[in-house]
């Protein structure tokens, strides 16, 4: 007799700690669901229980998630497994373009099984880097031309619009999936995409359409990229009025994190990707609190505080994906996302005029107000996070905060849409304390209202 009840249906996903320990790489191995047929005669007809393990990273976080569900499976089953790896370089250097340089190189064909095999390449460039930076394309073309015994270059470096047009146009997405159509890039091929988060996301859609994926090399030039964006595992552009509609959870080959591209990086762009640092610092890290709100005033600067910020932040996300259980986001946990629901809607409420870290400083003082006020989070706490934020230049309020639709505040349909995203049951992340994140599955919009009405007065608007 078959199984009559659902096996323990469970999605896990482990870290081997070999694997952690490797210098300079990440890894994620992902167990997908269970290939074991159902075992025909099961004395009880239940599969033997198995619970997901419950290890831990080096951090103490928890490593796996269980997403067993409640349903009883029907009869006539064969429960597939997909065992798949993912392991990428994630370099910090400087000066990679030079023609000496090694890291880009190494990095594309790191894989590669014959000395004689040339790899093709194709350069994506985002249209703000190229204005900071006019010889770009040249020293692009000059890098693979040193190395042409190992590089074939199969196009023209295309430059990308820069910012969040990017993600807002889809004749930019079609027109990057033409290029690489047209450039005969094959899945051995590799795509350099050098640009802010948003390039970086565009670029990195496109890449993960053709053929179903070829390879992504990122080349993150602003913080937020070098610290969350470019070294993450998704990619996305907008669609139907919402951020990030379309999109696809998948790893890089490999980042390269050069410091020297901040050397031209407006100050805006400094802080808005501090905001990401310090998001990230108080759903894992408190030491690195402490170090933020002790160096903010200096961090937006370059120089070796903002590098070493850079880098802590870029290990912490790398960390949390491949520790915290669910690189591929099917649990509805998100404390990456904490500040986000609201970021998510007041960037597209600003018609892009915030950026997205900027979006992300208020929908984190936002949160931690509402916390504050509902007796979640502590004085203390809630008056450095604030201090914090203000401390790096980033702002706690927006008037898109008050725009209002059909009588209602338009901000609140960011939690809406944010659940649906997750599918289903809301889960916003709220702060405890610094370091200490847990899951509200509901937000009170009164308290959300006096939150956004006493920002409102703090930031003096
Ligand atoms: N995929 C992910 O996991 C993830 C995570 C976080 C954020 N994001 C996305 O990242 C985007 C924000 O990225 P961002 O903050 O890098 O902003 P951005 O990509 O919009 O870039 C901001 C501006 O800086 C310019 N610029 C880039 N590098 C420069 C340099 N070195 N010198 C001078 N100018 C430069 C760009 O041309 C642009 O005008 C958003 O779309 C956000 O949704 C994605
Ligand atoms: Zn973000």
């Known amino acids: 007799m078959l199984a009559s009840h659902v096996p323990p249906w469970w999605s896990d996903v482990a870290s081997d700690s070999r ?3 490797r210098a300079g ?9 269970t290939d074991r047929e159902l075992p025909p005669e099961e004395p009880s007809g239940h599969f033997p229980t198995r619970a997901p393990s419950r290890r831990t990273c080096r951090t103490g ?5 269980s997403l067993a569900p409640k349903a009883t499976a029907p009869a006539g089953i064969h429960w597939q497994q997909v065992i798949a790896q993912f392991d990428y370089p994630v370099v910090f250097c400087s000066d990679s373009l030079t023609p000496g340089a090694e890291q880009l190189r190494w990095t594309i064909c790191r894989n590669a099984t014959s000395e004689t095999h040339r790899h093709p390449v194709i350069f994506c460039i985002d249209a703000g880097v190229s204005a900071a930076w006019p010889h770009v394309e040249q020293s692009v073309v000059d890098y693979v031309a040193a190395h042409s015994d190992q590089l074939e270059l199969r196009a023209a470096p295309l430059l990308v619009p820069a910012g969040e047009a990017c993600k807002n146009d889809p004749d930019v997405h079609s027109s990057l999936v033409e290029a690489l159509a047209s450039s005969r890039m094959d899945r051995q091929a590799c795509v350099v995409a050098i640009g802010g988060g948003a390039v970086l996301d565009a670029v990195g859609y496109a890449a993960a359409l053709v053929h179903r994926g070829v390879r992504l090399v990122r080349m993150p030039t602003t913080v937020l990229a070098q610290n969350d964006a470019g070294v993450g595992v998704k990619n996305g552009v907008n669609a139907f009025g919402a951020k990030n509609f379309l999109g696809t959870f998948c790893p890089p080959f490999g980042v ?16 808005a990707g501090l905001a990401e640092a310090v998001k990230v610092s108080t759903i894992r890290d408190p030491n690195f609190f402490d170090w933020l709100e002790a160096n903010a005033p200096a961090l937006s600067r370059c120089g070796p505080l903002l590098d070493e910020s850079v880098r802590r932040a870029a290990l912490l996300h790398l960390e949390h994906i491949r520790c915290s259980g669910d690189p591929f986001e099917l649990g509805s946990a998100r404390p990456l996302d904490y500040g986000h629901w609201s970021a998510h ?4 409420l600003s018609g892009h005029e ?3 870290g900027e979006a992300v400083a208020i929908g984190m003082a936002l949160d931690a107000t509402y916390a504050h006020r509902i007796g979640l989070l502590d004085a203390t706490a809630f008056g450095r996070l604030l201090s914090v934020i203000e401390a790096l230049g980033l702002p706690l309020f927006h008037p898109a905060l008050d725009e209002r639709r059909d009588g209602q505040r338009a901000i609140l349909g960011g939690l809406e849409e944010f659940r649906e995203h997750l599918g289903g049951v809301l889960s916003v992340t709220l702060l405890r304390s610094i370091g200490t994140p847990i899951e509200a599955h509901s937000m009170d919009q009164a308290h959300i209202e006096a939150s956004i009405d ?3 007065d703090r930031a003096g608007g």
């Not at 790489?25 to 669901?33: C, F, I, K, P």
């Open 25 to 33: 790489s990440t890894s994620l191995l992902y167990v997908h669901a």
């Open 354 to 356: 915030l950026r997205h």
């Open 61 to 65: 976080h928890a490593m796996s998630v």
């Open 19 to 21: 694997l952690l320990s």
């Open 256 to 271: 390269i994190n050069d410091s020297r591209w901040l050397d031209t990086l407006p100050r805006r762009d400094i802080r």
């Open 345 to 348: 809607k007041l960037e597209t």
């Open 454 to 456: 006493w920002l409102r």
